[in-house]
T-cell receptor, first 113, second 115 residues
Framework: DGGITQSPKYLFRKEGQNVTLSCEQN?????MYWYRQDPGQGLRLIYY???????QKGDIAEGYSVSREKKESFPLTVTSAQKNPTAFYLC????????????FGPGTRLTVL | AQSVTQLGSHVSVSEGALVLLRCNYS??????LFWYVQYPNQGLQLLLK??????LVKGINGFEAEFKKSETSFHLTKPSAHMSDAAEYFC?????????????FGTGTRLTIIP
């Protein structure tokens, strides 16, 4: 079955530590996205990538970093510079033609203690 | 710039009653519009989308939405609510049919179904 996997489902880290969230897709999509979700704020775009080895900042990129070394993978690192990292993180992918319908992974809930 | 407003962060309806979730958008060019549903601690699932053509769009689980350009609206409806409809619903807009344009999401509406 084609889809998007995110791991782990739940992640706990101590304050000041960097943490990397995994996102893999087997939909053969060119574009991938990372969103942050907080209660009452909807989804906010962190980074997106349309092609391997290229990515763009979204609305809230500060304190985050990404890489796109393979078409299938788009890991997100939450750095110690992110002031409030506790949130639900969603990865998505889409084609770059058509209607930009995005397919979402199951999400990772990050809690920083 | 594009934007989405969802009126009502929480909506409660009785089982069997009409579901109406409101979405208004702002876009400088003809928009593409989407409704997504999210169950607790899960990702988003596409319910339906409007791109071009017929303005009344039917989606999964008996939901439908109507694109009204004059009102800049894309409200989501379902004639008869079911307990399984309890979830959070997001309206989203994009101004382009290319993947280099991002989706802009509303802040969501949590739907509660009263038995």
């Amino acid at each position: 079955d084609g889809g998007i996997t995110q791991s782990p489902k739940y992640l706990f880290r101590k304050e000041g530590q960097n943490v990397t969230l995994s996102c893999e897709q087997n939909l053969n999509h060119d574009a991938m996205y990372w969103y942050r979700q907080d209660p009452g704020q909807g989804l906010r775009l962190i980074y997106y990538s349309q092609i391997v080895n290229d990515f763009q900042k979204g609305d809230i990129a500060e304190g985050y970093s990404v890489s796109r070394e393979k078409k299938e993978s788009f890991p997100l690192t939450v750095t110690s510079a992110q002031k409030n990292p506790t949130a639900f993180y969603l990865c998505a992918s889409s084609t770059i033609t058509g209607y930009n319908e995005q397919f979402f992974g199951p999400g990772t809930r990050l809690t920083v203690l | 710039a594009q934007s989405v407003t969802q009126l009502g962060s929480h909506v409660s309806v009785s089982e069997g009653a009409l579901v109406l979730l409101r979405c208004n958008y702002s876009s400088s060019v003809p928009p593409y519009l989407f409704w997504y549903v999210q169950y607790p601690n899960q990702g988003l699932q596409l319910l339906l989308k409007y791109t071009t053509g017929a303005t009344l769009v039917k989606g999964i689980n008996g939901f439908e939405a109507e694109f009204k350009k004059s009102e800049t609206s894309f409200h989501l409806t379902k004639p008869s609510a079911h307990m399984s409809d309890a979830a959070e619903y997001f309206c989203a807009v994009t101004e382009s049919n290319f993947g280099n344009e991002k989706l802009t999401f509303g802040t969501g509406t949590r739907l509660t179904i009263i038995p």
